[in-house]
């Protein structure tokens, strides 16, 4: 059974930076697409950015392309999530989520497992 396991959030100003960590068990990591997901309240989820297996390929959200980097360590199981520029707009609930095989997807109906998730607020 595939297990994520989040780290990192919390509180910043605006402008400033947060690094988010997932730890994959339980497969093989490397046969999962990793996406990243947002959820603010009263919203519904929110697609952020999904990265291919092999880490060559990614896709980003327009509202945080230039701003967030998704990277992941095959041999670390953990994929990392490097948030700069903060806004008051990205103030969510963060989740990954891993999908097997395929491509990368901004879907959340496609991916099989969900992180437990991740509070991030960036005040003004």
């Known amino acids: 059974q595939v297990q994520l396991v989040e780290s990192g959030g919390g509180l910043v100003q605006a402008g400033g930076s947060l690094r988010l960590s997932c730890e994959f068990s339980?497969?093989?990591?490397?046969?999962?697409?990793m996406g990243w997901f947002r959820q603010a309240p009263g919203n519904e989820r929110e697609f952020v950015a999904a990265?291919?297996?092999?880490?060559?390929?990614?896709d980003y959200a327009d509202s945080v392309k230039g701003r967030f980097t998704l990277s992941r360590d095959n041999a670390k199981n953990t994929v990392y999530r490097q948030m700069n520029s903060l806004k008051p707009e990205d103030t969510a609930v963060y989740y990954c989520a891993a999908k097997i095989l395929g491509d990368q997807s901004q879907d959340a109906r496609n991916y099989n497992y969900w992180g437990q998730g991740t509070q991030v607020t960036v005040s003004s």
């Open positions: 990265i291919s297996w092999s880490g060559s390929s990614t």
């Open positions: 339980g497969r093989t990591f490397s046969s999962y697409v």
